[in-house]
């Protein structure tokens, strides 16, 4: 399977070096020193269970080099969306498929206009990773699963493809019936997870043992089943209470992708985390309260630094 990653950071790199370890062809579009260092020496992924190298690396920062390609994994940030996407439509193959595995549940209804609607495939990533330095994705903690599916629920071929390349680099994936709940079921966590890492400036250790920022964790995921319950997706009306659960099983010193950006200053994707959580609120009529506090306790960090 010939496969692009748009976006080779965390995850884009996390799983596109599972994926060319496995045998897939995987080109990898990235920029800046992040892209130089892979050139010059591979891509390292450090973790604490298996850290390697991938010595051969398909690298470049102009994906019109790439060719056509039966799959693109997407993982850009948020407001780069619609660049990034115009940027690969030319290198996909008819039938193929992009698949998203973006933080929120707009990515693809902003990505349809450009992509097309057969093309979209709806997919969901559970890891912990960050680029620690260029050349090098530094994973925390055992999680690692991609699910992925048609929005209509069928197991298409290019779908059992992709699982078919998955299961040969070591990846847990699965093919969702259900993706739209799955999307949003991840967004449950990660706005938790984002919206409280960076606007208390610490580890998920510290939050989920302090009564008080406990509660204000288990009660911002509240909001966002209320909301997605309010669209009419099948989330449970305890989901926030199972991924409390969770979050109760995660390294301490775990924090979100959010909480980087912050730190280094870069944009947050702030607008479509636990802003978007408001948004989709006011559609519905459900209030958010504690999604309001959060986007704007950050707002005044959403460009990242002298952007604002």
Known sequence: MRIA????????????????????????????????????????????QDSWRLERVNATDDPSTVGPVDL????????????????????????????????????????????GEAAVMGGVGYVATHIA??????????????????????????????????????INAQISPDIRRDLWEKFVFIVG????????????????????????????????????????VAIAEDFAEQRLA???????DMVASMYHDLQAARPLELRWLAGGVVDLGAEVGVP?????AVRDILILHADGAGRQ
Not at 246 to 252: G, S
């Open 193 to 232: 997870i984002s919206g409280t890492t960076a606007a208390m400036r610490g580890p998920i250790g510290r939050i989920r043992e302090q009564a008080l920022t406990r509660q204000f964790l288990l009660d911002v995921m509240r909001e966002v089943v209320a909301v997605g319950r309010a669209h009419g």
């Open 133 to 170: 330095r260029p050349g090098v994705i530094a994973k925390t903690g055992p999680m690692q699963r991609l699910v992925f599916g048609e929005f209509d629920g069928r197991r298409s071929s290019r779908a059992e493809a992709f699982l078919a390349a998955c299961q040969a680099g070591a």
């Open 246 to 252: 969770f979050a109760d099983t995660m390294p301490a």
């Open 72 to 115: 693109v994994i997407f993982g850009v940030k948020l407001w780069d969306t619609q660049a990034a996407a115009r940027q690969v439509l030319p290198i996909m193959r008819p039938g193929g498929a992009l698949i998203s595995f973006q933080n929120g549940v707009q990515k693809d209804s902003m990505l349809r206009p450009i992509i």
């Open 5 to 48: 990653i748009m976006g080779s950071g965390g995850l884009g790199g996390y799983f596109g070096a599972k994926l060319a370890k496995g045998g897939a062809d995987v080109h990898f579009i990235a920029r800046g020193a992040h892209l130089a260092a892979m050139r010059a020496h591979g891509l390292v992924i450090e973790d604490a």
């Open 288 to 292: 958010t309260p504690m999604n309001r």
